[in-house]
C-alpha cells in the first residue's frame, strides 16, 4: 500500500514530526528492564525519531518501515548522530514473524510502535510479536500527541476548518491517539496475553506558524502537497488565520500503553 510517504513529505516528517522527550524513553526503559544486552525493534520507524534515542540505551535496534525513502532518511539521519547500531528493515508488519530469522535465538527487549499503529493489523500483529520477546519485555504503543488540527487551543481549532476547506474534506482522522482507539489496542494486546499497563508523559512545547506549516506538510500525502510555486501563499494564509491565537504553546501528551510478556514464576527448591 502508498501511503504517500516518499519524496518532499519525507524530509518534512523528519523536520517537523515531534520527537519523545527523554521521560519517554525512561518510561519505556523501565518498564521492560532494557539495558545494553536488549536487541528492540522499532516497527513503523519513519525517520527514527524513536529508534534513534532508545538505540543509544540498548545494544542495537531493528527500524522496520514499509517506505524506503523514510528509511533512507533514517540512515542519513543515524549517520549525522553517529549513531551506528541500528539496522534498517525494509518491511511491514506483516512480514513481522520474518524477523525472528534476522534475531536467531536472540528474543527482542521490546517493539515499539510509535504512532503508527493506525496503518497495521493490530489484531494479527500482537500474536504474532508475542513469539519474538524475552520474559519481560513486551511491545510498546505510543501515541505522540493529537494531531495539530485536532487539539484544543484556540489555535488549532481556527486551523481545522482552514485545512479542512482547502483540502475539501473533514479533518476526523486521529491517528490512533483518541480514547476509542487506544482502548481497542489495549482489550487487542489482553486477549493477546500480554499483561496491560498504561502511562503518560505530559510537556508543554512552544511552536512557530513556520513549525504548524511544516506539520502539515509532513501529515499529507505527496500528492496533495501544495506545488512549490504556491506554498509562500499557502505559508501566508495558514499565519493569517492563525495570527489572532498567537502565541502558539501546544500541551503534548504522550500516551505509553505497554504490553508486557508476563515472567515465568520463580522455581522454589
Known sequence: MDLGFRGEVVDFYHRYRRGYPPAVLDALVGAFGLGEDD????????????????????????????????????????SDEGVSNVSWVLASDAEVPALAGLLGSRALGAVTIGQALHWMDHERLFPALAPLLRPGGGVAVVANGTPLWLQDTAWSRALRPFLEDWLGTRLVRTCGTDDESRRRYADALTRSGYAVHHTDVAYEAALSADEIVGGVYSALPVDRLPAPGERAAFAADVERVLAPCAPFTEQVQVSLLLGLVPRPPPVRA
Open 39 to 78: 536487541v528492540v525493534a522499532d516497527l513503523g520507524c519513519g525517520t527514527g525519531q524513536l529508534t534513534l534515542p532508545m538505540a543509544r540505551r540498548v545494544r542495537a535496534v531493528a527500524g522496520v518501515d514499509p517506505e524506503p525513502a523514510m528509511l533512507e532518511r533514517a540512515r542519513r539521519a543515524a
